[in-house]
């Protein structure tokens, strides 16, 4: 079964320019996740999204936005990139509410690295 | 008082020893722990996941959890060098809740 996957892998964006990174889940899985990672903060909590809604946030500003397709596939916008955005973003998928027991079991895709300059 | 709290280390254990990661939670609530294991450079892998008390083993690693004092560990036996990485312990609180990490080196 093919795993996650997040396009574009490395991106380079100029402050202010806005830059939007995808997530295909794995096959079946409703769920979808994004952090920020960064070698300070560790991994922080950006959004969930299950079923095309918008189910938690993190204590991230409005730049910030996300949305989940029919497909499960799911997009994270950033707008007005600002230098200390350069991170690694991660998606990870997971069942979500209709997986039982294990509807928390989240897969991390491979991550996109952005770099602001 | 972090949500879920771990040891950053980092932790240097001989090759073929036990490499014990310890992980404190705050929410009386949560019900699903999980262990996480991330290369340099790499992003997180799952490992482990554990919902009751006890230990939970698969192969060379034991989950272990006590609601009661909100504390999840993890044993990794038999150490090897490619068992250098940082572990991640996680929660669900309202959402997946990660810790800092462990970084942990297993010396050849």
């Known amino acids: 079964k093919a795993g996650v996957t997040q396009t574009p892998r490395y991106l380079i964006k100029t402050r202010g320019q806005q830059v939007t990174l995808s997530c295909s889940p794995i096959s079946g899985h409703r769920s979808v996740s994004w952090y920020q990672q960064t070698p300070g903060q560790g991994l922080q909590f950006l959004f969930e999204?299950?079923?095309?809604?918008?189910?938690n946030k993190g204590n991230f500003p409005g730049r910030f936005s996300g949305r989940q397709f029919s497909n499960s596939r799911s997009e994270m916008n950033v707008s007005t990139l600002e230098l200390g955005d350069s991170a690694l973003y991660l998606c990870?998928?997971?069942?979500?509410?209709?997986?039982?027991?294990?509807?928390?079991?989240?897969?991390f895709g491979p991550g996109t690295r952005l770099t602001v300059t | 008082q972090k949500e879920v709290e771990q040891n950053s280390g980092p932790l240097s254990v001989p090759e073929g020893a036990i490499a014990s990661l310890n992980c404190t939670y705050s929410?009386?609530?949560?019900?699903?722990f999980f262990w996480y294991r991330q290369y340099s450079g790499k992003s997180p892998e799952l490992i482990m996941s554990i919902y009751s008390n006890g230990d939970k083993e698969d192969g060379r690693f034991t989950a272990q959890l006590n609601k009661a004092s909100q504390y999840v560990s993890l044993l990794i036996r038999d150490s090897q060098p490619s068992d250098s990485a940082t572990y991640l312990c996680?929660?669900?609180?309202?959402?997946?809740?990660f810790g800092s990490g462990t970084q942990l080196t297993v010396l050849p």
């Open positions: 990870a998928s997971s069942w979500g509410i209709s997986g039982g027991e294990r509807s928390y079991e989240q897969y």
């Open positions: 929410d009386r609530v949560s019900q699903s």
């Open positions: 999204y299950f079923s095309e809604t918008q189910r």
């Open positions: 996680a929660v669900v609180t309202r959402q997946l809740t």
